[in-house]
């Protein structure tokens, strides 16, 4: 067994040692160290789901109208943020989920969770060509539990400044949000129950209550969830930009959505 240890230290101390050279007279030179950096995917304790394509948002038009309104007979879930697990996790750094609709949300629109979503209308035969505007009303409502010391509270969010809970897919202030955690609650889950389905109250009540989010505390266990969508009983507004004309207008809008951690 030591003879075999040896003969590898050997072999390990030849290949080191084949690239060096000893140089006459030597004036120097470069000493390279590399190697690779194995990228391990970043761990929060949020999922995510971006809603489905819904393609069958049909309706009529007279020849010569350039507006007509579809109704939302069934809630279009846009965004849905909740925890992985239904037990409360311990705050940390780097753990606030920052929401981008990519200007398509106007975010100083919102009242009482409702705001305002404009969306670029395209051809859907021939998507670089944009055929008017359409708009709609979106809604959204986050929530959170905190317990620290045996005292637990709860709350409806707000995101007034980036780096906050769920920042870019809020409200900016407490009169653009609904005023309570089962508000938020209720509001979210008219879009999907699936977004709700995790929350942890951890013993809080449904306090009346409106804060902005950070679950940055490590004394403190927090759970949350975040829901946002079209709800069922309200219309999109599509917007041509010239008169329709021909038989068919075939249409397409797309919302970017790109979610991060702060």
């Known amino acids: 067994m030591k003879k075999t240890l040896v003969a590898i230290a050997l072999a390990v101390t030849t290949v080191s040692g084949s690239a060096m050279a000893w140089t006459a007279s030597g004036t120097g030179g470069n000493l390279e160290i590399g190697g690779n950096i194995q990228v391990?995917?970043?761990?929060?304790?949020?999922?995510v789901e971006v809603g489905a394509s819904v393609m069958d948002m049909s309706a009529s038009i007279n020849k010569g109208n350039k507006i007509v309104a579809i109704p939302v007979t069934k809630a279009i879930p846009v965004l849905g943020i909740r925890t992985t697990a239904t037990t409360a996790f311990t705050g940390a750094t780097g753990l606030n989920p920052q929401i981008d609709y990519g200007n398509a949300v106007d975010l100083a629109?919102?009242?009482a969770g409702k705001g305002q979503l404009s969306l670029p209308l395209m051809?859907?035969?021939?998507?670089?060509?944009?055929?008017?505007?359409?708009?709609?009303?979106i809604v959204a409502a986050a929530g959170i539990s905190h317990l620290q010391g045996?005292?637990?509270?709860?709350?409806?969010l707000f995101a007034a400044n980036a780096n906050e809970a769920f920042y870019g897919g809020l409200g900016q202030s407490e009169s653009a949000i609904v005023d309570s955690t089962q508000a938020a609650l209720t509001?979210?889950?008219?879009?999907?129950?699936?977004?709700v389905a995790k929350f942890d109250w951890q013993g809080a009540s449904s306090e009346n209550k409106t804060s902005t989010g950070d679950f940055g505390s490590t004394d403190t266990t927090f759970s949350g969830f975040y829901g946002a969508g079209l709800q069922s009983g309200t219309s999109i507004i599509l917007e041509?930009?010239?008169?329709?004309?021909?038989?068919?207008?075939?249409w397409k809008a797309s919302l970017p959505i790109t979610v991060s951690y702060q």
């Open 109 to 111: 629109s919102f009242n």
């Open 187 to 195: 509001l979210a889950q008219s879009i999907s129950p699936d977004y």
């Open 240 to 250: 041509l930009t010239k008169p329709a004309e021909t038989d068919t207008v075939n």
């Open 40 to 47: 391990n995917p970043y761990d929060t304790p949020w999922e």
């Open 123 to 137: 051809n859907a035969a021939d998507p670089t060509v944009e055929i008017g505007k359409m708009k709609a009303t």
């Open 150 to 156: 045996g005292v637990a509270g709860s709350g409806s």
